[in-house]
């Protein structure tokens, strides 16, 4: 057995204990099937969390003078966490591979969108490409990584899951919209459109403890969507990134950008949903 599945054993048996000896009723269950749930979304957030803080953490207390840029630091910290999590399997290759994937979509995306203005990085650094500093591709495999582990870690079970070559050819569409739009009609009120139609009638099931619960897919996107903005506007108050209107002083991202990751946020989804695809059916029997 796996050391990832031996740590995996091993909390499912605490847990176990711990509703033993908490569990009394209906309120009680409650509360103990909440906590589980936000500790297994702290768990599936275990790259992004550790992102956040070192954003964080080096915006605060960096030394000014020091001899390795920031940026760089932070991609050699990126590169630490992720082999870490590679050499401890609390992330399996499949999944890394996946979620490398989109490390290199979003890469190339942020070339892109900082030559046109977009967005820019404004310290030095020598490990980049172009205006990027490398550790931003992990902005970006920290969604990947999040959605890969919230299916394993979290169970999930479909009914009515859309077809994989539907979804691939929307995220196709959605990732070219983002380069066309400067110069093409800007088409993402018809991705979001056809996102409801291809996932509106998709139920999700996952199980936060014992039970197994449901939502709309689609609502699950769109909370996911919602904590990627959070995350992002933490991102730039760290002046990991920032937009040409934070350039006098930081301010929260506008909620047009909920839509944007929103739209990224696919990309990743059907990504590891490809990877589950091929490993095996991800319909749950019923419906």
Request: charged share 15%.
């Amino acid at each position: 057995m796996s050391r990832r599945l031996k740590m995996e054993a091993w909390l499912h048996a605490r847990r176990q204990a711990w509703r033993a000896a908490f569990v009394r009723g209906w309120f009680t269950g409650f509360v103990f099937e909440f906590v589980s749930f936000g500790v297994k979304q702290a768990w599936c957030c275990l790259f992004g969390g550790l992102m956040l803080a070192l954003l964080l953490g080096t915006h605060l207390f960096y030394p000014a003078n020091a001899p390795l840029a920031r940026y760089d630091f932070l991609t050699l910290a990126a590169l630490g966490i992720q082999a870490g999590m590679l050499a401890t399997k609390l992330e399996t290759w499949e999944e890394a591979r996946v979620i490398f994937a989109f490390h290199v979509v979003g890469t190339a995306m942020e070339v892109f969108k900082t030559g046109a203005g977009s967005w820019l990085y404004p310290d030095p650094s020598v490990l980049r490409i172009a205006d990027v500093p490398l550790y931003s591709g992990f902005m970006y495999a920290a969604v990947g990584s999040f959605i890969a582990r919230s299916w394993r870690i979290m169970d999930f079970r479909f009914v009515r899951f859309p077809p994989i070559w539907m979804q691939a050819a929307l995220a196709v569409v959605v990732y070219v919209n983002f380069f066309t739009h400067h110069w093409l009609p800007d088409i993402r009120l018809g991705l979001f459109v056809a996102s409801a139609l291809i996932y509106g009638p998709c139920m999700l099931y996952y199980r936060p403890d014992l039970k197994e619960r449901s939502m709309p897919l689609l609502l699950g996107l769109v909370l996911v969507a919602m904590f990627i903005w959070f995350a992002e506007n933490l991102g730039t108050f760290a002046r990991a990134w920032v937009y040409p209107s934070q350039g006098a002083g930081w301010h929260p991202v506008s909620l047009e950008k909920l839509g944007s990751w929103y739209l990224l946020m696919l990309i990743s989804f059907v990504l590891v949903a490809g990877l589950h695809g091929r490993a095996g059916p991800t319909e749950r029997q019923g419906q």
